[in-house]
């Protein structure tokens, strides 16, 4: 086993413990062990009253945000949504539109269209307003499914007068 404590730079900052095949970083009292392996004064996040916390980066605090849906507001401390469907980078599959969420955003279906697991994945599938009864189509019409809706067709006999069959 290599103690990597003892090697020149020392891989920590303030405090390492030899580990079997590796090393941990310790900081001293009042600091925060950053990822780089760096300690900061914990403190420092606190006092930058960031609303998602921070990063400390060569001494310097920036306010971080946990999505990439989200970017830094004006202030340098809140986040702000990023409408994502807005800016034309989201391409949704098919019978699907785009619907914007605090800091994501998701792929819901079209009207007249249900989400159902078919073939392995989920796909929006066409809803049979006819088969289900789900329809104004009155009693001397006959209802013909469409994708994502259906139309009243009237009867022999029988012709449309704009609102029902006559």
Do not use: W
């Not at 990063?55 to 970017?71: H, I």
């Not at 202030?75 to 914007?100: Q, S, Y």
């Not at 792929?107 to 329809?135: A, N, V």
């Not at 139309?151 to 449309?160: A, N, Q, S, V």
Request: net charge positive; proline share 5%.
């Amino acid at each position: 086993d290599l103690n990597e404590c003892g090697l020149k730079p020392r891989p920590c900052k303030h405090r390492c413990m030899n580990t079997y095949g590796s090393y941990k970083c310790y900081c001293l009292n009042g600091y925060m062990l950053m990822p780089d392996g760096t300690c900061s004064n914990a403190l420092s996040c606190l006092m930058a009253n960031c609303q998602y916390g921070c990063d400390v980066l060569k001494g310097e605090v920036r306010c971080r945000c946990p999505s990439p849906g989200l970017q830094l507001g004006p202030d340098g401390r809140t986040c702000v949504d990023i409408d994502e469907c807005a800016t034309g980078r989201v391409i949704c599959p098919r019978f699907r539109h785009c619907v914007n969420t605090f800091g994501s955003y998701i792929c819901r279906c079209h009207k007249g269209f249900d989400l159902m697991y078919i073939g392995g994945k989920y796909q929006c599938h066409d809803i049979d307003e006819c088969m289900l009864g789900h329809h104004q189509c009155g009693s001397f019409s006959h209802c013909y499914n469409t994708p994502g809706s259906y139309k009243c067709k009237c009867k022999e006999g029988y012709r449309d007068n704009g609102t029902n069959c006559i």
